[in-house]
């Protein structure tokens, strides 16, 4: 067993279920999206990010590119979220939160490639 590549299939993985406990639920309901769990969702994707760079391969490029993709969802919703509290000074509305889900489905969307990817690789070792 590789250990490398098991810490590396549990961040890619770890980000995308974390990434879909965020955008789970009503996109509209502001109490069914917590900023923790946006929070540690852009942690552990930058995580991931991280350890994909240095795979010179055509897939590890892939792989990056989806890690990217999602990276800037999730820090694109963290703004929103952040410019509506602290610069706006309004609470989070239907409107608001909204977006901030909308843009991490985009990221989840990613990471659910990055997934299938993962899985592609790993059949195509085993043979």
């Known amino acids: 067993m590789n250990l490398e ?65 999602a990276l800037v969802q999730l820090i694109t919703a963290s703004f929103v979220w952040a410019w509506q509290l602290y610069i706006n000074q309004q609470p989070m509305d239907g409107t608001i939160i909204s977006i901030v889900v909308s843009l991490s489905a985009g990221a989840l969307l990613a990471n659910i490639i990055s997934v299938i990817l993962l899985i592609g690789e790993t059949l195509k070792q085993s043979r």
């Open 5 to 69: 590549k098991v810490i590396f299939g549990f961040f890619i993985i770890l980000a995308c279920t974390l990434n879909f406990g965020f955008v789970i639920g009503d996109l509209d309901r502001i109490d069914l999206h917590h900023p923790s769990e946006l929070f540690a969702a852009l942690v552990v994707n930058l995580i991931a990010t991280v350890l994909k760079f240095g795979d010179r391969t055509h897939i590890g490029a892939t792989h990056l590119a989806t890690s990217l993709v």
